[in-house]
């Protein structure tokens, strides 16, 4: 007789084991509330006060683990995901997993690089250029898109050095600050996408204690996301400047109005702000007759 599957009934979510998404990623699951205990061998973090653990692989595994339903979840960059979903596209498989959240981090683009000597008249300078990436699929989406022919060089890795290394004559990589390719004497020409991480979920149904987990995280993620841009805003102000100062109160819904004891005219407002408030938004509020004014971080919040 096999061995329970002491697995049962708990999610398996995907997240990179060790590069750039490792720990913000781990940091949206602590956010939302799990507890995890990472096994001996550091592939497994075991959820301690949910029914969730956490596998982790390379990040270009994770679209397969979640397609394959061998993982309920999976958190990777779109560039990896669309990459994924072009490939099977253009095997004749039906691509089946889908993406349930945009996410806040892993921001990066997929761009085309030129060596910096290099002519640029737009797209149609690459007509006939050979091209290295380590993203075919998308790069021949964007290029049939543009009506333009070019080769493109399917790299593994190191995709930079190959216009130096006289292996191609532009590149097709992930940027975000730049300075990769400033480093190799490239220059940014066009962006092919956009990316930032996102949460994938497998195609098969999910039992349904394991779908009242989903909706519970997506809830908290929700949660999370909406509260690191969030700020809690108390301020007092004559009654008559109110409607000046809601105008300027940065994202927020209705306000909360206290009558303050011994004056009449004036009252305290507290409101949440779901943008960032900035100085010169407190500087208006003040000109426009606000005093005591108070910012907060918002630790948690649901609506
Ligand atoms: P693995 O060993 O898991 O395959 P990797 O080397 O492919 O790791 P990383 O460089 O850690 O991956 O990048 C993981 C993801 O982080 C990328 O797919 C992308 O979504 C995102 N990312 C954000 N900024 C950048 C950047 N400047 N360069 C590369 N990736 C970035
Ligand atoms: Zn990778």
Redesign the pocket.
């Known amino acids: 007789m096999s061995a329970p599957d002491r697995g049962a009934g708990r999610l398996k979510l995907a997240v990179?084991?060790?590069?750039?998404?490792t720990e913000h990623s781990t940091d949206l699951l602590v956010r939302c509330g799990l507890k995890f205990s990472r096994g001996k061998d550091q592939l497994v973090g075991y959820g301690e006060n949910m029914p969730l653990d956490l596998l982790f692989v390379?990040?270009?595994d994770i679209p397969d683990l979640v397609e394959e339903d061998v993982c309920d979840l999976g958190l990777v960059?779109l560039?990896?995901v669309e990459e994924k979903r072009l490939e099977l596209a253009a095997r004749g498989h039906e691509v089946r997993f889908s993406v349930l959240r945009s996410l806040d981090f892993?921001?990066?683009r997929l761009a085309i690089a030129v060596p910096d000597d290099a002519p640029w008249q737009g797209v149609a300078s690459l007509a006939g250029k050979r091209i290295a990436t380590t993203y075919p699929y998308t790069l021949a989406r964007y290029l049939e898109q543009n009506g333009i022919r070019a080769d493109i060089v399917t790299l593994s890795g190191a995709v930079e050095i190959a216009p130096r290394l006289g292996r191609a004559d532009a590149v097709c990589d992930?940027?975000?600050t730049g300075s990769t390719l400033v480093a190799n004497r490239l220059r940014e020409v066009t962006t092919v996408l956009e990316?930032h991480?996102v949460l994938v979920r497998t195609p098969v149904a999910l039992a349904p204690e394991k779908s009242e987990w989903v909706e519970r995280l997506l809830m908290r993620i929700d949660g999370v996301q909406q509260v690191r841009e969030s700020k809690y805003i108390m301020l007092h102000a004559p009654r008559s400047a109110l409607p000046a100062i809601r105008k300027l109160l940065p994202g927020s819904e209705s306000p909360t109005i206290i009558p303050l004891e011994g004056h009449p005219d004036r009252v305290a407002v507290h409101a949440v702000c779901r943008e960032n408030v900035f100085w010169e938004t407190l500087e208006k509020l003040k000109a426009a007759g606000a005093s005591a004014l108070l910012v907060l971080p918002v630790e948690k919040m649901l609506a």
């Open positions: 990179q084991k060790s590069g750039r998404l390379r990040d270009d960059g560039n990896v892993g921001r990066c992930l940027v975000s990316s991480a």
